[in-house]
């Protein structure tokens, strides 16, 4: 299929889903009110096949040394898949599927999936990352930039972290947990019952983003915009938390956006 836009609608609510721009989600509009930062960098991208910062762009599998492309020096950030095109696998109305092969400078063979379900107060991303070839550690995450106003009035983002992990000069988690400060954010958050976070934009709109991973990155300080980013573990998480993707036993992972108006 083409990998042109794929446009999904429920009610009043409408999600543009551009497969060549990274598989990221391009818009979302609820009663006509776009919901998304716009440009070629925002929406919403997956973060496959790490999340956040790898430090120094290195990671460890056995004893084998990783190097990545260091896209955020020192570092490297959010993995590859934004970078590429994605296919359609199928589309309908309220429902689409992108899948995207994993290729250099990733090591691995890999297929990341993802399937978006759009219904008139909802948005759910499911990703899996799956091998038919050698074991490796991964992460998947989502990066959305949430438009920091609607109609003049300031986002509020209110969540109930158990933990927050201490961010270190070289912006990475230190390994140490703290109790949660107050922003602006750029930094990880412990919620071991799941991801639950809701901005609010006082007389506008209320959405939850959640899921079932018990981590988040929240990133407030940028001006045009807020992002809540539900991964599987922590950044530099390839080298402290490594989740495996095996033959027979692939990582998957799902957020749901969901909003009423107020």
Do not use: K
């Given at each position: 299929m083409s990998n042109?836009?794929?446009?999904?609608?429920?009610?009043?609510a409408e999600v543009v889903l551009a497969?060549?721009?990274g598989g990221r989600v391009r818009s979302l509009r609820v009663g006509g009110r776009e919901l998304l930062r716009q440009g070629e960098r925002f929406g919403c991208?997956?973060?496959?096949?790490?999340?956040?910062?790898?430090?120094?762009?290195?990671?460890?599998?056995?004893?084998?040394?990783?190097?990545?492309?260091?896209?955020?020096?020192?570092?490297?950030?959010?993995?590859t898949v934004r970078d590429g095109a994605w296919r359609v696998a199928r589309a309908d109305l309220a429902e689409a599927v992108l899948t995207?092969?994993?290729?250099?400078?990733?090591?691995?063979?890999?297929?990341?999936?993802?399937?978006?379900?759009?219904?008139g107060?909802?948005?759910?991303?499911?990703m899996s990352v799956e091998t038919y070839e050698s074991s490796f550690p991964a992460q998947i995450g989502w990066h959305p930039w949430f438009n920091r106003t609607l109609d003049g009035q300031d986002v509020r983002v209110d969540f109930s972290p158990a933990w927050q992990e201490e961010r270190g000069e070289d912006h990475l988690p230190t390994g140490n947990r703290i109790d949660p400060k107050p922003g602006p954010w750029d930094d990880c958050f412990g919620?071991?019952?799941?991801?639950?976070?809701?901005?609010?934009?006082p007389e506008r709109l209320e959405l939850k983003v959640t899921?079932?991973?018990?981590?988040?990155?929240?990133?407030?300080?940028?001006?045009?915009?807020?992002?809540?980013?539900?991964?599987?573990?922590?950044?530099?998480?390839?080298?402290t938390l490594p989740r495996l993707v095996t033959p027979i036993d692939p990582l998957e992972a799902t957020t749901t956006w969901s909003w009423r108006r107020l």
């Open positions: 042109d836009e794929i446009t999904l609608a429920a009610g009043d497969p060549g721009n991208f997956p973060m496959v096949p790490w999340c956040g910062r790898i430090r120094e762009g290195s990671f460890r599998d056995g004893g084998t040394v990783h190097r990545m492309p260091l896209n955020a020096p020192p570092h490297a950030i959010h993995g995207h092969d994993l290729v250099a400078p990733w090591p691995y063979a890999g297929r990341v999936t993802q399937l978006a379900t759009l219904t107060d909802s948005l759910t991303l499911t919620m071991p019952g799941g991801v639950d976070v809701t901005l609010t934009w899921s079932r991973e018990e981590w988040v990155v929240v990133y407030d300080e940028q001006q045009e915009a807020v992002c809540v980013e539900p991964q599987t573990g922590p950044p530099n998480g390839l080298n």
